[in-house]
């Protein structure tokens, strides 16, 4: 989600608010225009600001990183946790995420009986 989580997409909805009083009586055709208009201009005024956003990112992590080193280094010494050992949980990650995606063609139809079995019971 990155360090401001649902921000942006609250910014994003927030602005498209303005939309809803100069569409509310237009056209279909005209509601999609408006709209369209919107994030092409919200788009580029993100390009334009693109720089000062990821310099204030990378000036954030470095912040980040000199501030909560400490914490993190306290908490690995207290969980007697190496760095050998998070190096293991991270290629651990990185496989499950590569074959989260992959189910066995027996789990597949494990699934489907059940949701079949569900819909059964709702019909009885």
Known sequence: MGL????TLERVFGSSNALAPVTRYAST????LFIE???KQWNEDK?????????????QALDII????RAVEEAKLSLQVTDDDMEAWKVEQEEYFLTLGDESES??????????????????
């Open 66 to 69: 000199k501030n909560d080193g």
């Open 37 to 39: 208009m919107h994030f």
């Open 4 to 7: 401001e989580d649902l921000e």
């Open 107 to 124: 789990k597949v139809h494990a699934i489907a009986y059940v949701e079949l079995l569900q819909k059964l019971r709702q019909l009885e």
């Open 29 to 32: 055709y005209r509601r999609h």
């Open 47 to 59: 390009y334009l600001n693109l720089a000062t956003m990821l310099s204030n990112n990378y000036r």
